[in-house]
């Protein structure tokens, strides 16, 4: 097993960053890393097919299938953390060659503070083919990024 996260605080109420984050229609406008997302769904919840379109700080581009498996935003009466899970769902998952799942997770830390936070965790036979510090440098630039449009 592998692990990559990044941690960051943004100043932004959590539904404001929920909007932005679950918003993948407009994911070209601010994510460079995730820079284009095609889903059956205009707003990605359980179930939902993903394709996204990743562009590594090295340059490679590459797509990427995935299957949303919760989908929990900002509930009314519980306005202080929300939660999106999705696996990696092409070939090399069905195989077990590789397989992922990322969790995007946020937490009001004040009314206008919230804390993102990003993981992935890599199993499989051939996880050590997943280019790890590429992987992370892209969570860290579309944080940054999040940041960025949701301040």
């Known amino acids: 097993m592998k692990k990559?996260?990044?941690k960051?605080?943004?100043n932004a109420s959590l539904k404001k960053v929920w909007e932005v984050l679950t918003n993948i229609n407009s994911y070209s406008?601010?994510?460079p890393f995730v820079y284009d997302v095609s889903a059956?769904?205009?707003?990605?919840?359980?179930?939902?097919?993903?394709?996204?379109?990743?562009?590594?700080?090295?340059g490679k581009k590459v797509q990427s299938k995935e299957f949303v498996t919760k989908f929990e935003p900002p509930?009314?009466?519980?306005?202080?953390?929300?939660?999106?899970?999705y696996r990696f769902d092409g070939f090399l998952h069905k195989l077990n060659i590789v397989r992922a799942t990322?969790?995007?997770?946020?937490?009001?830390?004040?009314?206008?503070?919230?804390?993102?936070?990003?993981?992935?965790?890599?199993?499989?036979?051939?996880k050590s083919l997943?280019?790890?510090?590429?992987v992370q440098k892209g969570f860290i630039i579309q944080a940054n990024a999040l940041k960025v449009k949701c301040e």
Request: charged content about 30%; aromatic content about 14%; some cysteine.
């Open 29 to 31: 406008e601010w994510n």
């Open 130 to 134: 997943v280019p790890f510090e590429e």
């Open 75 to 85: 509930k009314e009466y519980e306005n202080n953390k929300a939660l999106w899970v």
């Open 102 to 126: 990322r969790t995007q997770s946020l937490k009001a830390l004040s009314e206008n503070k919230t804390e993102y936070i990003s993981e992935e965790i890599f199993t499989g036979l051939a």
């Open 4 to 6: 990559i996260s990044v």
């Open 40 to 58: 059956d769904k205009s707003i990605p919840n359980v179930d939902c097919k993903m394709l996204f379109f990743v562009a590594f700080d090295n």
């Open 8 to 10: 960051i605080e943004i």
